[in-house]
């Protein structure tokens, strides 16, 4: 999450900002005056401002654009415009994003989350779409440039001008938040990569750098797969060789997204992301080094990598055991990885398996693995942010696409699947959430739509769908709903229930026992399992298998399918 500055001289506009920004995990300060801004912008680092055109001083707008001269790594959102034509003027002296009077808490996180994102993303699908060419830029020479050779500690007084190390590392953090909503990759395999990293460098004697700067990083070495298709990215089994040469587009990828900084830990990550599948044979990718020439930070990062993926389950292959990974690289010493460095690594053995041990991947138990399915990108990944701010919700993954959607699936289990709308026809939507819900069953799909519609509401849950949440609603509503869908509950108002049970013809009973009866309708009052317990004074365990009994035997994937299926079928009275 990000640190920003609102600038506004009423305080109800002040407050109403901050409490929609906090509500998803930002930082937020705010002042009421230009004076305010300019002190606290010199205290610190801010990655943002958003402020309103009609702040005192005269003319506005070269107010707006003193804020702007002295933020060249902040996004400027103006509050307020007033007239059309005062846009692309803000818009040339640096504003990003507008956001007219009155606003809804819904708009004021879109822009952010946009403004946000904007550089990164526009980044990566530059670089995706740009043809790479084989000469180094300056960049590549740059980074290339740098290896171990020599690892003598500069000048601090001049290494402390050229960095910024608070402003570098809440951007890595962006970046990291982005790799890991985008590419499925998990925090954990960047935890374990990136403090093995660190340790490995500082036993290697390594003083340019902190153990924190190597970490931060290590941490940034896979950020191009940002730019590569999920389908490939998650694809089960072998890629052919389009598909490889697709994936390895990540290297360089990663080092034109992060290189646009050029000094600090930034140039670091450039330098490990554009080197860390370099072999030592110079037989690897993307440039064919070889030996020394391979920056050092690369050469490391390479074996870490190496060894974390082999001990982790992946949709490529099962997890071998840390011996056997060390048996495999020991077997490429001096053809794949630098000689000494696999030496070095199998004598730190026991401090890396004790921070794989440490950051090992999270129990899925821990919260509701959630994937959001949309192909409004910027809006998608708002609202992953937001979801991953709330507590109990794990965002696995926000593809495109329905195909990557079931790409995503058949590598990560989902609890709750989020499809939006616009995706396809709105009157085929539910349709497509009874294809997911077909592929698999044990998972919850919710809705979203653009527009309250009872025909909508009403296929959505004739395909199994447990509810539909409205767009302009969701940064408020989706975390309940998706925790209620979770829970088996419906996600749809009482006063609404009613109309989705009378509806069809009765069917042929169900060959549910009295007791499943009994918690059949209690169900069809909207309890929660526990309270279904209370009534009938059993355990929750025995309510819950109650449930699921209940679930199976009318072949239904939610509370409210089942309760609407047991209408149907004359199970429940019709009120």
Known sequence: MARLLIVDPRERTRLALRAALERVGHSVEDVASVAEARDRLGTGAVELVVCDIQLAGEPDLAVICQMGAGLPDADLIIVGFEEAAETDKVLAIGGYGQLRMPFRPNEVVLQVNSALGRRDLELARWALTEELEPHPNELEVDVLSRTSATHEA????????????????????????????????????????????????????????????????????????????????????????????????????????????????????????????????????????????????????????????????????????????????????????DPELVDLFAAEIDGMLAIRDQYAEPDPGRGVRVILVSDRRLFADALGRALMAAQGIVVVGTPASLGDADVLLAAREADVVIVDADLTDIRTSPHVCRQVLTSHPRTTVLLLAARDDDGILRAAFDAGCAGVVLRDRAFDDLPAAVLAANRGEPVVSRSRFQALLNRGPSETRGGLTQRETAVLGLMAEGLSNDIIAARLFVSLNTARNHVQRILTKLSAHSKLEAVVEATRRGLLPRD
């Open 154 to 337: 500069p000048d601090q007084s001049q290494k402390a001008e050229a960095r910024s190390p608070l402003a570098e590392f809440e951007t890595v953090q962006r970046l990291v938040a982005a790799l890991t909503l985008r590419t499925g990759e998990t925090r954990g395999h960047l935890e374990r990569t990136s403090r093995c990293t660190a340790a490995l460098a500082a036993a290697a004697g390594v003083r340019d750098w902190t153990y924190d700067e190597v970490r931060a990083a290590a941490m940034l070495h896979d950020v191009g797969k940002i730019g590569i298709p999920e389908s490939t990215l998650l694809k089960p089994g072998p890629l052919d060789d389009e598909e490889r040469s697709v994936v390895r587009l990540h290297c360089e990828l990663g080092a034109r997204i992060i290189g646009q900084s050029g000094s600090g830990v930034m140039a670091l990550a450039a330098t490990v992301a554009l080197s860390h599948h370099e072999r030592w044979d110079g037989k690897g990718y993307p440039r064919g080094l070889a030996g020394g020439s391979i920056p050092f930070e690369g050469r490391i990062l390479h074996i870490v990598d190496a060894f974390d993926a082999m001990t982790s389950p992946s949709v490529y292959h099962a997890a071998v055991s840390p011996d056997q990974a060390m048996r495999v690289i020991q077997a490429e010493r001096a053809s794949k990885f």
